[in-house]
Each structure stands twice: as structure tokens, then as C-alpha cells.
């Protein structure tokens, strides 16, 4: 079983950076291929990136590319979410999200995910 524990969410101006942290328990960590999504209120959760157990792919949601990069240490059981040039529209609660297995199928899909963590909110004021 994974444990995934969310940080680094917080208040920013539009235009501003952050950068979230998962911290994850467990010793097969770096079996996982490795998901973030959120969760706006009022919509239903969204992919917003994810990478492989290796780290060598990554995949992004449109609305996010250029802006957002996914990296994680499995040396550390951590993946990370960097966030530049935020948006209003990017509030949002964040969550990460460990997928057994391999990236492909299935990493945008919530469903396909096995462990969550408790989310982080980010809010982005204009």
C-alpha cells in the first residue's frame, strides 16, 4: 500500500509560481508511474500531468503545457508539480495519485489510479 501526502499549495498572485510536493510511504514508491489532478469547485477532477516509475515520460493536459512540469526522486519517494505563470483558472484543489504499472494506458483517467492523497488547494487571485 502507498501513502501520498500533499504540499507546497498556497495563495499567489496571478503570473506567480509554485511548487507542489507528494511525499510518498512505502518501499515500492518507485514502481508507480505517478499522476496529478484537481478538482475546481463545482467540476469534476481533471488530469493535470503525470510521469513514469522511471521518470523518462511525462504527459500533460493542454491547458497546463509549458507551464507546469512534472519530475520526481525515487531516491526521496517524492514527485513534484512546478507551476509558473498561474492563472485564476488554475485554482484548484491538487491532488497526487500513484498508478501501478506503467504510464500508458490510462494516465489521464482518474479511475486508473490506485492510492490518492488528501489534496492541496491552490489559489491563484487575478
Known amino acids: 500500500q502507498v501513502q501520498l501526502v500533499e504540499s507546497g499549495g498556497g495563495l499567489v498572485q496571478a503570473g506567480g509560481s509554485l511548487r507542489l510536493s507528494c511525499a510518498a510511504s512505502g518501499r515500492t514508491f518507485s514502481t508507480y508511474a505517478m499522476g496529478w489532478f484537481r478538482q475546481a469547485p463545482g467540476k469534476e477532477r481533471e488530469f493535470v500531468a503525470a510521469?513514469?516509475?522511471?521518470?523518462?515520460?511525462?504527459s500533460y493536459a493542454d491547458s497546463v503545457k509549458e507551464r507546469f512540469t512534472i519530475s520526481r526522486d525515487n531516491a526521496k519517494n517524492t514527485v513534484y508539480l512546478q507551476m509558473n505563470s498561474l492563472k485564476p483558472e488554475d485554482t484548484a484543489v491538487y491532488y497526487c495519485?500513484?498508478?501501478?504499472?506503467?504510464?500508458?494506458?490510462?494516465?489521464?483517467?482518474?479511475?486508473?489510479?490506485?492510492?490518492w492523497g488528501q489534496g492541496t488547494q491552490v489559489t491563484v487571485s487575478s
Open positions: 495519485a500513484a498508478k501501478r504499472g506503467t504510464l500508458w494506458p490510462g494516465a489521464t483517467r482518474a479511475l486508473e489510479y490506485d492510492y
Open positions: 510521469i513514469s516509475w522511471s521518470g523518462t515520460t511525462t
